[in-house]
């Protein structure tokens, strides 16, 4: 009987935890959302560069000082260091 006392108990104090568990648990949804949002936009925006600079001649990225070789890891690692 002891232990029906002490459960019953704890369901009813709980329900105070679980609303500030929810909306905790929003705010960090909310947060991650944003985040991936802006990811997404600065990712979209790199890939349109890309194409841009694909383009381009080979004597014109190297005027540029990029290497066709490796045109998508700078921009992808400027997109980075843009986000940071």
Known sequence: MKAYTSLSQIGT???SIT???LAASLQ???AFVATW???CTRYREAAAL???LSRLSDAELRRRRVSRAT???DICRACDRAGA
């Open 71 to 73: 045109l998508a890891w």
């Open 19 to 21: 609303h500030g568990s």
């Open 28 to 30: 960090s949804l909310k």
């Open 37 to 39: 949002r802006k990811t």
């Open 50 to 52: 890309y194409q841009q």
């Open 13 to 15: 104090g709980s329900s």
